[in-house]
């Protein structure tokens, strides 16, 4: 019994992959996403800029979900711990919506750290999309003099 019902199955399933392969709606392959992001960093005495840019390097748009009316952030932390988080003292739209990045299209999301006095040394940023799926992250180590 267990052997027609798994044989049923697999026919099922590619019949359905067949069918959205046909429709141009078939899933990309596990790692064959095709955005493509960087994360600059400039340390200045004061201040730090992050730069995020996210490129679509496949040849369909790619529909990016984000949960509210973030789509970035950016974080800096010491040894695993947060010292700043871009998006700590802002307020964002509680709305779901996408935005489509087409082929080649690239955007570019900007953020500064005011640094605290005293702060010095080796420190990590991390720059990412708020998309789901954990998409677009980068990180970067700088140091403060």
Do not use: I, K, Y
Request: glycine share 8%.
């Amino acid at each position: 019994m267990l052997q027609p019902l798994a044989r049923l199955l697999l026919a099922l399933a590619a019949a359905l992959s067949a069918a959205c392969a046909a429709a141009g709606t078939a899933p990309a392959a596990r790692g064959a996403d095709p955005l493509v992001s960087s994360l600059q960093v400039a340390a200045f005495a004061d201040s730090v800029s992050f730069a995020l840019r996210v490129t679509n390097t496949g040849s369909a748009p790619v529909e990016l979900e984000f949960p509210s009316g973030q789509t970035h952030d950016f974080v800096v932390s010491r040894a695993g711990t947060e010292l700043w988080r871009w998006s700590a003292d802002r307020v964002f739209t509680q709305a779901l919506r996408s935005e489509s990045l087409a082929p080649g299209e690239t955007r570019a999301f900007e953020g500064r750290w005011r640094v605290p006095a005293g702060t010095a040394g080796e420190l990590v940023a991390r720059g990412f999309l708020t998309a789901g799926g954990g998409r677009a992250e980068q990180r970067a180590a700088f140091r403060l003099p």
